[in-house]
C-alpha cells in the first residue's frame, strides 16, 4: 500500500513539472488579394535592404499558404506541386517584434494551416551568431526556412530523392516571392550561407535538411 501511494505521489508530481507543450496559432484564412500574376512576376525583384515593422499575422498567412498551404481543403494537396505527392517540404518562420507572436522559431502546419513555436529567439538571436551570416539576414522582422525529407518520395533512388526534394524547395520559393511582391514587401532567398548550421542553430529534426532561406520585410528606401 505504501509503495503504491509512494508510485501515484511520484505520478503527480512528475505531472505537475511536466512543461506545458506550446499551442499552435490558428492562422485567418489566407488573403488573396488583387495583384494580378502579372503585376507580381512584372515588380519581383531581388531586396536586401529589409526591415521592419514586423510582419502582421495576417501577412503571414498569405505568405504562408502561397509557399505550402493546401488549396484543396481536405485533400493534402498543396499550392505546389510535389512528384507522385510526396510533399517532402516543411516549411518554418523565425520572427520577431511581432504584437501577436513572441520571438521564435515557428513550424507551419499545411493541414491545420497554423503555427507552433518550437524555439525561443527571433533571427537575430538565431542567426546571427552563426559563422560568416550576412548581416543583413538577422535584421530582418521574418525569415522563411524551407527544410526537407527526401525520404518521403517513394523509390530506391536517393539521388532522385534529393533532386526532387531541392526541385519543389525552389517551386515553393518562388511561389513565395510572387506572394511577398503582391503583400508589398521584399524578400531574397539568401545564398551562401550555411545551411547545416542553420539547421543546428534552429533545433530541427535530424532527418529534416534545410534547402533555402528567404528573409523578408518591408523594404527599406
Known amino acids: 500500500m505504501r509503495a503504491l501511494a509512494l508510485s501515484l505521489l511520484s505520478t503527480f508530481l512528475v505531472g505537475q513539472n511536466a512543461p506545458t507543450a506550446p499551442q ?13 500574376l502579372e503585376k507580381a512576376l512584372k515588380e519581383r525583384q531581388s531586396v536586401r535592404t529589409l526591415g521592419g515593422p514586423a510582419l502582421s499575422v495576417g501577412t503571414l498567412s498569405s505568405l504562408l499558404w502561397a509557399a505550402q498551404g493546401e488549396n484543396r481543403p481536405g485533400t493534402g494537396k498543396r499550392t505546389v506541386p510535389s512528384a507522385s505527392a510526396g510533399y517532402p517540404l516543411e516549411l518554418y518562420v523565425i520572427v520577431t517584434k511581432s504584437d501577436a507572436l513572441a520571438d521564435g ?5 499545411t493541414k491545420e494551416h497554423n503555427l507552433t513555436k518550437i524555439k525561443d529567439g527571433g533571427p537575430d538571436a538565431i542567426l546571427g551568431p552563426i559563422a560568416n551570416m550576412q548581416a543583413w539576414i538577422p535584421k530582418c522582422p521574418a525569415v522563411f526556412v524551407i527544410a526537407g525529407v527526401p525520404s518521403r518520395f517513394r523509390g530506391n533512388d536517393p539521388a ?3 533532386t526532387n526534394t531541392y526541385w519543389e524547395s525552389g517551386a515553393a520559393a518562388q511561389a513565395l516571392l510572387l506572394a511577398v511582391t503582391a503583400s508589398g514587401l521584399g524578400a531574397t532567398p539568401a545564398n551562401g550561407v550555411n545551411l547545416e548550421a542553420i539547421h543546428s542553430a534552429m ?3 535530424s532527418e529534416e535538411k534545410v534547402t533555402l532561406i528567404v528573409p523578408v520585410g518591408n523594404i527599406v528606401k
Open 24 to 36: 499552435p496559432l490558428k492562422l485567418p484564412a489566407p488573403s488573396l488579394g488583387s495583384v494580378t
Open 105 to 109: 522559431v515557428y513550424r507551419y502546419s
Open 203 to 205: 533545433g530541427l529534426p
Open 160 to 162: 532522385r530523392k534529393e
